[in-house]
């Protein structure tokens, strides 16, 4: 007993390892499942313009990432996929 609580974070990375990570994560078995699962929500509409056929699995919001949930991320044609990336990185 009397044992502290250590730190579970990771030591900080630098942004390349963290963009291997992250493609490494787009071959995941996870990632496919879940971005199955957001293209049958979606059933296969863009949930952006809600017209064109949607195409890829996007990020509304990085925070959670390795373990979002789906209501962190959308269904999307190529090109509001490229719209909601700009106002990311903005
Ligand atoms: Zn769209």
Redesign the pocket.
């Given at each position: 007993m009397g044992a502290e609580l250590r730190s579970v974070t990771r030591p900080r990375e630098n942004p390349e390892d963290r963009e291997a990570e992250y493609r490494r994560y787009l071959q995941s078995q996870r990632w496919r499942t879940l971005a199955k699962a957001v293209r049958l929500r979606a059933k296969g509409k863009?949930e952006?313009?809600r017209r064109?056929d949607g195409r890829e699995c996007a990020h509304l919001a990085y925070d959670r990432i390795f373990q979002e949930p789906l209501s962190d991320l959308l269904w999307?044609?190529r090109?509001?996929h490229g719209e909601l990336d700009d106002r990311n990185l903005q």
């Open positions: 863009c952006i313009c064109a999307l044609c090109n509001c």
